[in-house]
């Protein structure tokens, strides 16, 4: 009542809002004592809480514990009843009777021990005939049985009476890696049975307790290992078995996956076996068949174990068409891509384009005993969703690699070859004198005679008809090609004759013998002749772009071989025509250059399988390939590319060493003339001279009287430029001159030209010592020079040659020059006429003197001084010169050349003694034998030498 009449004060005293402060006050009191009685009991009660708190939770997890404690219980019972759990069991008989003795019997334990000790031998029994299906029923059986004697109500009881249990079913763990190492050899490597295959994927899946996605992948990894492993290189297989392997894996392969996942009407055969086994009804079609037992030891198997069946464990979903497309496609390229490599690296240890075709042959002719067409488009649809050809998606392309790679390897190799058998032959010309001599002078090959000359049984045979083999050594000889250039050129036909001979077997032409030797159900298809038609076509196209690029490369290396920079011989003035014939050999680098341009100059003329390999793509043409095989040529402008440049790489080291040759002429001369002549004075100068011939000339005196007299005209070029020319000559023909080409001619005469008139231009810059008589000489020399040396063409020397005549003539007396100019123009060209065989080398082409254009007084005039044969130059196609065989003793030339006399009686008196000594050394009679004698021997040989000669001796060579 207290507290009733203290709330009616409350509000009596207070307003509404000051009663509603007070309950607030009033309440927020209660919370703090609240508040500082929770703190004093939490302090001194909370581990008496938290104590409470975990019995409580101790409390809930025992009771949870012991009620799973109970279902375990349940469960085990559970089980006891039912044997094992997952296996499919029937608790009563037909007839609504359970007749199945009880799970301890003794009776059935015993039977149960008993078909475990049975199952090891039937395992082995099966294993060993690779009856794997079987095996892994018989093992999951015996894996059953023993589960269910573990759990058998007296099972400690049982395996303490029977201690075989367990060994039994240690040797019966053993086949479970056994069934599964065959099934997967065998799912690896089988190539035609096809239910094998599917019987072991069936046991896989039962022992590794997996599904169809998983079967499917473990299958595609097995197939992909063992395709990589049939193709991975071993010492003890070729390529074409590991090849063939590969192949017949591969189209098995997709035919063995194709049949066993791919659905058809619904089911794939893997969903149908496994149905079989997990599904079968009654007693025959149990595991516990297969060990054949009588019906009364079955009698006493419990239940579930006479009627066990193999149960799948994992996912038995169908697999559908589609995933296994993209589980295959996945699978498809990874193979292509690794096997790509591997064919590569396998292929690579193939060294011959016939062991390529013969691998080509072999993989087609699996294809065509293996593959129905219309089958295995169906199979590539279903699998790979297109058309898939095992040749062209797989192995066609690394063939067709390698082939090039073998090409361009033996065109390397052969062009290795040849460098260094010109480079050894470039060693020997610098270390042996001899062969230096032989190979720098090559004259006495070219104009010896020789069995192998002539032709055999082809005689009457046209030159164009001949091949270069036919054409026997005259052709060699006509060319300049010694025995040693002939050899390196042989090998070098020789390996691209053995190269085109390999790359012929890639044709489908060469393979038409193996065709016809099988039936008509493996002839070849129309696509394997298009296929081989143009990988062959392919084969030949780089085959002539490689040769080409490999002899452009040769020549190259060819030219390297040649010295570049090659000093000028030092000169040596020759005493007379008699020295040694070897003195005009050239040096060494000077052999080299000339032995290599003239080795540029031979491949495209004795290898003729360079013109084939530069031609090859028109091989492809029966036509052309037949003609070719007959003898024929074939042009292409590949092959020309390769000519023009062996024929420019020649042509360059024949100028590099006939400049060096005229660098020597001009050095020769100007040491001639600027030391000899300058130094020695006017009596050097006389001594030098040749002899001038005497002219009789009439001039009217006072009152009409004729006046004769006599005077000294020159009639000879000057010693030294004589022999200066006839060793540039005789250096020239040492290598063939004829075989030169003419543009190296006309820069050869040019050169000459040019080295005799710098010098000359050099001996005219001290006039100090030119006398009226060296003038004369002079003026002959330069017209001399400028009537057998000149160019027409070259105006620039011409007038160079025309001021230096002018400038001499200025040094003669007028009266003189007027009496002396014709008599020296004719002597000029008589003199020219007289030399140009001997100079036949370096004569200009269009400077040729002909006999019809001399006149009459100067033919009979000369004919007391014809110290030179007159023999007409041959026309187109030239020699420099004709000899004849050299006797053994070679017979001296007299010479008239003797020192010119000042007065006119010397010079009459001299030429006089000169002929007396003449017939008083040779009498009539003896110089009639010794003519008739040198004219029967020249007959005779000319007659051998003429014999001898077709139309291939006088070959386009000079003319190129």
């Known amino acids: 009542m207290a507290n009733e009449d203290e709330v009616t004060l409350l509000f009596e005293r207070h307003s509404v809002a000051q009663v509603q402060e007070i309950l607030r006050k009033t309440r927020s009191n209660i919370e703090c004592k609240k508040e500082d009685l929770r703190v004093m009991v939490g302090e001194r009660y909370r581990d008496l809480i938290e104590a409470a708190d975990t019995i409580a939770e101790m409390r809930e997890s025992a009771e949870a514990i012991c009620n799973n404690i109970k279902t375990m219980e349940g469960l085990c019972e559970s089980l006891q009843q039912r044997g094992l759990i997952g296996f499919k069991t029937q608790s009563q008989q037909s007839d609504g009777k359970d007749r199945s003795p009880a799970p301890d019997s003794h009776y059935s334990v015993a039977v149960q021990v008993y078909l475990l000790v049975r199952v090891p031998e039937a395992l082995w029994g099966l294993t060993e005939h690779s009856q794997y299906l079987p095996a892994t029923q018989l093992l999951l059986l015996a894996h059953h049985t023993h589960t269910a004697l573990q759990l058998s109500p007296k099972a400690a009881k049982v395996f303490s009476w029977f201690p075989i249990i367990e060994r039994q079913w240690a040797s019966i763990t053993h086949f479970r890696s056994t069934i599964v190492r065959g099934c997967s050899n065998l799912i690896s490597y089988e190539a035609d049975n096809v239910q094998a295959v599917l019987d072991a994927v069936v046991s896989v899946m039962l022992v590794e307790c997996c599904s169809c996605a998983e079967a499917l992948s473990r299958v595609l990894h097995l197939r992909h290992a063992a395709l990589m492993a049939s193709i991975t290189l071993r010492p003890s297989a070729t390529a074409k078995?590991?090849?063939?392997?590969?192949?017949?894996?591969?189209?098995?392969?997709?035919?063995?996956?194709?049949?066993?996942?791919?659905?058809?009407?619904?089911?794939?055969?893997?969903?149908?076996?496994?149905?079989?086994?997990?599904?079968?009804?009654?007693?025959?079609?149990?595991?516990?068949?297969?060990?054949?037992?009588?019906?009364?030891?079955?009698?006493?198997?419990?239940?579930?174990?006479?009627?066990?069946?193999?149960?799948?464990?994992?996912?038995?979903?169908?697999?559908?068409?589609?995933?296994?497309?993209?589980?295959?496609?996945?699978?498809?390229?990874?193979?292509?891509?690794?096997?790509?490599?591997?064919?590569?690296?396998?292929?690579?240890?193939?060294?011959?384009?016939?062991?390529?075709?013969?691998?080509?042959?072999?993989?087609?002719?699996?294809?065509?005993?293996?593959?129905?067409?219309?089958?295995?488009?169906?199979?590539?649809?279903?699998?790979?969703?297109?058309?898939?050809?095992?040749?062209?998606?797989?192995?066609?392309?690394?063939?067709?690699?390698?082939?090039?790679?073998?090409?361009?390897?033996?065109?390397?190799?052969?062009?290795?070859?040849?460098?260094?058998?010109?480079?050894?032959?470039?060693?020997?010309?610098?270390?042996?004198?001899?062969?230096?001599?032989?190979?720098?002078?090559?004259?006495?090959?070219?104009?010896?005679?020789?069995?192998?000359?002539?032709?055999?049984?082809?005689?009457?045979?046209?030159?164009?008809?001949?091949?270069?083999?036919?054409?026997?050594?005259?052709?060699?000889?006509?060319?300049?090609?010694?025995?040693?250039?002939?050899?390196?050129?042989?090998a070098l036909n020789s390996r691209l004759t053995a190269l085109l001979q390999d790359v012929a077997h890639f044709s489908y032409e060469s393979e038409k013998g193996d065709y016809l030797s099988v039936n008509d159900k493996n002839s070849p298809s129309e696509h394997e002749k298009n296929s081989a038609l143009e990988d062959y076509r392919t084969l030949l196209s780089f085959l002539q772009d490689a040769s080409c690029s490999?002899?452009?490369?040769?020549?190259?290396?060819?030219?390297?071989?040649?010295?570049?920079?090659?000093?000028?011989?030092?000169?040596?003035?020759?005493?007379?025509?008699?020295?040694?014939?070897?003195?005009?050999?050239?040096?060494?680098?000077?052999?080299?250059?000339?032995?290599?341009?003239?080795?540029?100059?031979?491949?495209?003329?004795?290898?003729?399988?360079?013109?084939?390999?530069?031609?090859?793509?028109?091989?492809?043409?029966?036509?052309?390939?037949?003609?070719?095989?007959?003898?024929?040529?074939?042009?292409?402008?590949?092959?020309?590319?390769?000519?023009?440049?062996?024929?420019?790489?020649?042509?360059?080291?024949?100028?590099?060493?006939?400049?060096?040759?005229?660098?020597?002429?001009?050095?020769?001369?100007?040491?001639?003339?600027?030391?000899?002549?300058?130094?020695?004075?006017?009596?050097?100068?006389?001594?030098?001279?040749?002899?001038?011939?005497?002219?009789?000339?009439?001039?009217?005196?006072?009152?009409?009287?004729?006046?004769?007299?006599?005077?000294?005209?020159?009639?000879?070029?000057?010693?030294?430029?004589?022999?200066?020319l006839g060793r540039l000559c005789s250096s020239?023909?040492?290598?063939?001159?004829?075989?030169?080409?003419?543009?190296?001619?006309?820069?050869?005469?040019?050169?000459?030209?040019?080295?005799?008139?710098?010098?000359?231009?050099?001996?005219?810059?001290?006039?100090?010592?030119?006398?009226?008589?060296?003038?004369?000489?002079?003026?002959?020399?330069?017209?001399?020079?400028?009537?057998?040396?000149?160019?027409?063409?070259?105006?620039?020397?011409?007038?160079?040659?025309?001021?230096?005549?002018?400038?001499?003539?200025?040094?003669?007396?007028?009266?003189?020059?007027?009496?002396?100019?014709?008599?020296?123009?004719?002597?000029?060209?008589?003199?020219?006429?007289?030399?140009?065989?001997?100079?036949?080398?370096?004569?200009?082409?269009?400077?040729?003197?002909?006999?019809?254009?001399?006149?009459?007084?100067?033919?009979?005039?000369?004919?007391?001084?014809?110290?030179?044969?007159?023999?007409?130059?041959?026309e187109i196609p030239r020699f420099s010169n004709v000899p004849l065989p050299i006797p053994s003793s070679r017979p001296s030339i007299p010479s008239s050349i003797s020192s010119p006399s000042l007065s006119l009686a010397d010079t009459i008196g001299d030429k006089t003694s000169k002929q007396d000594t003449l017939k008083a050394e040779s009498s009539p009679s003896t110089a009639h034998r010794e003519r008739s004698s040198a004219t029967l021997s020249a007959s005779r040989s000319a007659a051998s030498l003429f014999s001898a000669m077709s139309s291939s001796w006088f070959g386009s060579s000079s003319s190129s």
């Open 732 to 874: 020239v023909n040492s290598v063939a001159a004829h075989t030169i080409t003419r543009n190296a001619q006309s820069e050869l005469a040019s050169s000459a030209c040019e080295a005799v008139t710098s010098a000359y231009e050099s001996s005219l810059l001290d006039p100090g010592q030119m006398t009226q008589t060296l003038a004369l000489q002079f003026i002959f020399d330069l017209k001399f020079v400028q009537t057998i040396l000149l160019p027409r063409d070259n105006k620039e020397m011409g007038a160079r040659l025309t001021a230096m005549v002018l400038e001499l003539e200025q040094r003669v007396d007028p009266f003189d020059l007027d009496v002396f100019a014709p008599h020296v123009s004719t002597r000029v060209k008589l003199s020219a006429h007289r030399s140009q065989v001997v100079l036949g080398a370096v004569l200009s082409r269009d400077r040729q003197i002909t006999m019809g254009r001399l006149s009459a007084s100067s033919s009979s005039g000369a004919s007391r001084n014809n110290a030179l044969p007159l023999v007409m130059p041959v």
């Open 550 to 724: 490999t002899f452009i490369q040769l020549v190259k290396e060819l030219e390297e071989l040649a010295p570049h920079h090659i000093s000028s011989p030092t000169s040596q003035i020759m005493e007379g025509w008699d020295d040694d014939a070897s003195g005009i050999a050239p040096s060494i680098p000077l052999t080299i250059t000339a032995v290599v341009g003239r080795t540029c100059q031979a491949l495209p003329n004795i290898c003729s399988q360079m013109q084939i390999c530069a031609s090859a793509s028109n091989l492809v043409n029966p036509d052309v390939a037949r003609r070719v095989s007959l003898g024929s040529k074939i042009e292409s402008e590949s092959w020309t590319k390769v000519r023009l440049e062996l024929q420019e790489t020649g042509s360059r080291l024949f100028g590099r060493f006939l400049k060096s040759l005229t660098s020597a002429l001009h050095t020769e001369l100007k040491m001639y003339l600027t030391s000899e002549l300058s130094s020695g004075g006017v009596a050097a100068s006389i001594k030098a001279f040749p002899s001038w011939e005497m002219v009789d000339i009439e001039e009217e005196g006072e009152g009409g009287i004729v006046v004769k007299s006599s005077i000294h005209v020159p009639a000879h070029p000057t010693p030294a430029l004589t022999q200066a």
């Open 241 to 490: 078995a590991q090849i063939s392997q590969f192949t017949t894996l591969f189209l098995s392969s997709l035919h063995i996956i194709h049949a066993v996942f791919v659905g058809v009407e619904g089911k794939s055969l893997l969903e149908k076996r496994l149905q079989e086994i997990v599904q079968g009804e009654g007693e025959g079609s149990s595991p516990i068949s297969l060990l054949q037992e009588s019906s009364l030891t079955l009698s006493f198997l419990p239940q579930s174990t006479r009627n066990f069946r193999p149960s799948v464990q994992g996912s038995a979903k169908p697999l559908g068409n589609e995933l296994v497309k993209q589980q295959v496609v996945i699978w498809l390229n990874k193979v292509l891509d690794e096997a790509s490599k591997n064919l590569a690296t396998l292929l690579s240890f193939t060294t011959s384009i016939k062991a390529l075709a013969m691998i080509r042959s072999s993989v087609w002719e699996i294809c065509r005993t293996r593959l129905d067409r219309e089958h295995w488009n169906k199979i590539t649809s279903a699998l790979y969703g297109a058309s898939f050809d095992p040749w062209d998606s797989v192995v066609r392309g690394q063939v067709t690699e390698r082939a090039r790679q073998v090409v361009t390897s033996q065109l390397t190799v052969s062009k290795e070859a040849i460098v260094q058998m010109v480079a050894r032959l470039t060693k020997d010309i610098a270390a042996d004198p001899k062969i230096c001599i032989e190979e720098g002078d090559i004259s006495n090959f070219v104009w010896s005679e020789s069995a192998g000359d002539l032709p055999e049984r082809i005689g009457w045979t046209s030159s164009a008809a001949r091949s270069v083999a036919q054409s026997g050594g005259l052709y060699y000889k006509t060319r300049g090609y010694t025995s040693r250039l002939q050899t390196v050129c042989r």
